[in-house]
């Protein structure tokens, strides 16, 4: 949290608008230097302290006079060659504007926490440690849009990066998923993030993933009800190395409880080299195969009840959250090229043993030709 230093009791609300304005003039100036704006921007943090401690800030009158300088910190945190001194005050702004203004401080939020997300993994360790304890506050006391997280972390190049990027963000799904409106994790899908970390190959990295998956599966359950394919779904995505540290990780957790059972020795995992999908898509379960240890009788039910809602099954459905189907038995295919019923394989049989028959005949004729021929010679 900033130092707050002591400020002379004839300060006004008017004070602090004048503080942004001056910063705003600041951050315009490229020529200004990074102690400058620096400055600038601590004194914006230590006005708005101030009037927080002295219990006479006017929020709405503060975010009024904040938004001169919310696209002047949007540059200044988009260029790469910013002064980490600069950093610093930013986040340091931004932490105490959403510890101070709370919910309100969600527009300015919106606009700056994915810069907040890159820059939890700074190689400054201050800007770093500021920048996760600034993503925290927001989390417990702001919120922000998950969507715009989301997409952000989708459009990252370097793999690196987008590691990086979801092991900052992973950490706050607990406190989203436990103290979050559920109606913001609609069609939101926060397994992309959290497979992100599990498919990694160092395990320092996938031991972030655990704990947010537990969660997000009972948050999952809660919604769509305890229903089997809601396990099956999860455990087709998990490979082996992955369920194996989840129930060490994790033991006691509902989707652990879950999954134990089903480890049967005939459990196919999913190869461990593809990237790992949502397991609930639209809000609904639909699957195209079976998983490797479904009850047959189970699945059974899940497509007749899925047939009567919709004749047309596999054109409409959306595509599944399961991996590539696997090849179906071979006698599945050979019934799916006889498509005439039992009548079409009696036709086949009774004209394959026509031609067996005059193949012999030609034969048997040839042959007694072949002797005739040699008999007169």
Known sequence: MLRRQAAPDVSTMADLREHVRACHTTLRNRHATPAACAGALDQVGKCLAFHHDRRNLNVEYFLSSFDYIVDNMVDRLEERRTHTQVLLSIVQLCFCSGLFCGESFRP???RIVVHVI???????????AKARECLTVWTERVSYDLHVVVQAGERLSSEEESVNYCISFVDQIP??????DPKELHDIDL????????????QNVRRHGYEPLALLFEFHRAEYGDDPPLV???LEQLPKQVVDELLRQVPTSALAHAIRPLLVPRHAFPNAKKAMQSPVLSRKLQFYDTPSSYPDVVHHHLRHRASRANPRLEPDVPRSAFK???PPPPHR????YSGYGDDASLMHTVVGWVW????????????????WFLWQV
Do not use: E, P, Q
């Open 108 to 110: 300015v939020a919106d």
């Open 118 to 128: 890159l820059l939890c993994t700074h190689t400054d360790a201050r800007v770093a």
């Open 175 to 180: 406190t989203i998923l436990g103290s979050w």
């Open 191 to 202: 397994f992309a993030l959290i497979a992100n970390c599990l498919m990694d190959d160092r």
């Open 232 to 234: 099956h779904a999860y």
């Open 324 to 326: 590539a189907r696997r």
């Open 333 to 336: 295919k050979r019934r799916m």
């Open 356 to 371: 067996f028959w005059v193949v012999v005949l030609l034969a048997a004729f040839g042959f007694m030709s072949l002797l």
